[in-house]
């Protein structure tokens, strides 16, 4: 750490250097929403300022300058994920939209009554209610891998157990946002496929933190959200393998992805327009496409070093407060995310109170409630680290738990 850029990078996000109540604010609250760096809200200022104009649609130097921005960071993406074709790469609003559009239009298409989506324990609802919603309009079936009682997958080296004639796809988090867990998603993927099973990755936990290679982990799916990497809300990535998107219907009518209609009929947009209905948010994917850049001129390497570096430390130091239960696996298979609870003080108010210390983190059931109900608890305290975080940080949120902790 002692080489790594960490006043820079720190000096790159002026709300870190903020007060709250009185207190230096101190953000571990990232697997929710990541800050931003100035050159994110520069470039999409810029955009607005001096390029603003409709994308695809007109032949004006404006429209064209800004079509230009929007699909050079398609471009950025799909170099980001290591995806084979600029057409594979779906612009969404974020995961969640990206699972409800391959939920949509993979089940419309290409599964029947009685067929089984497998998901796992620790998803987060994103990836549990819309193939629900599925589930009640097309009588499919969801059924879910158990985890170990560390917060791992139970079924690894059986999961061809779970696979029946009936599986249609497997669904699976990359990270778990509660708990850290990195699932062998390259394994995972490789015994799906040998039953013929498609798999979609759920890579909203891992894309900020780690180097992404869609074409190695040789996933159907992966989807991601812009805001979790430091890049602005309400922009989303999905990618999709180009012989599924060819097979699968539009999620969404309207402006955009059409490519010629009358009243008798419509014909759809190519690849991957036929999945973006409406005008896109072209200045958040030139958002995106700097945070991506900002992202790689520090390096996957030495952020993933520097996160796991915090996480170590971050778990060595709650360790030693008396009652404190941490959930999950051990450091060897786990992201920048810690969960605890603290003896019979409930979650809701531990948060309250370091929030008074000036101390940002989550509580509560971390949209992952059947994960909840299997480790027995209501909900937990959650802190999770980004690129940005330190140790003083870290030793912050030990002395508020501690401080906290007198109180009860």
Not at 82 to 110: D, M, P, W, Y
């Amino acid at each position: 750490m002692s080489e790594y850029p960490i006043d820079k990078i720190r000096a790159d996000f002026p709300i870190l250097s903020r007060e709250v109540y009185g207190k230096p604010l101190v953000y571990l609250d990232n697997a929710a929403t990541t800050q931003k760096p100035l050159c994110v809200l520069d470039a999409m200022r810029e955009e607005y300022l001096n390029v603003n104009a409709n994308v695809h649609r007109g032949v004006h130097y404006l429209s064209q300058q800004a079509t230009d921005l929007h699909e050079a960071a398609r471009e950025k993406v799909r170099q980001f994920i290591h995806a084979a074709k600029t057409e594979e790469i779906v612009f969404t609003r974020g995961t969640t939209e990206a699972i409800n559009l391959v939920a949509s239009s993979f089940c419309e298409s290409q599964m029947q009554e009685g067929d089984e989506v497998l998901v796992t324990e620790m998803e987060h609802h994103s990836n549990i209610v819309p193939w629900q919603l599925q589930a009640q309009k097309r009588g499919i079936i969801v059924k879910h891998l158990p985890i170990t009682d560390d917060g791992t997958l139970a079924c690894c080296d059986d999961i061809a157990t779970y696979i029946t004639p009936r599986t249609k796809l497997l669904s699976i988090a990359h990270v778990s946002n509660v708990l850290g867990t990195v699932n062998p998603v390259k394994e995972i993927v490789r015994i799906a496929h040998a039953h013929g099973v498609p798999v979609l990755v759920d890579g909203a936990q891992s894309a900020p933190h780690m180097t992404i290679d869609v074409q190695e982990i040789d996933c159907d799916f992966f989807a991601f959200s812009g805001h979790k990497m430091y890049g602005p809300t309400g922009i989303g990535v999905l990618y999709g393998k180009e012989k599924w998107l060819e097979k699968l219907p539009p999620y969404q009518g309207g402006g955009e992805m059409i490519d010629k209609v009358t009243w008798e009929r419509t014909t759809f947009e190519r690849l991957p327009f036929k999945f973006e209905a409406g005008t896109p948010d072209y200045v958040a994917t030139h958002g995106l496409a700097t945070a991506i850049d900002y992202l790689q001129g520090i390096g996957f390497e030495a952020i993933e070093a520097h996160e796991q570096e915090l996480t170590h430390y971050g778990l060595e130091q709650l360790s030693q407060i008396e009652g404190l239960r941490i959930y999950g696996p051990q450091r060897s298979s786990r992201d920048a995310v810690i969960s605890f609870n603290v003896g019979d003080i409930h979650h809701l108010d531990m948060g309250t109170l370091l929030d008074r210390l000036g101390i940002a983190v989550r509580t509560g059931h971390h949209c992952a409630q059947p994960l909840m109900d299997r480790l027995g608890v209501s909900g937990t305290v959650r802190a999770s680290f980004a690129l940005y975080n330190t140790k003083k940080e870290i030793d912050a949120l030990v002395a508020g738990i501690r401080r906290v902790s007198q109180m009860f």
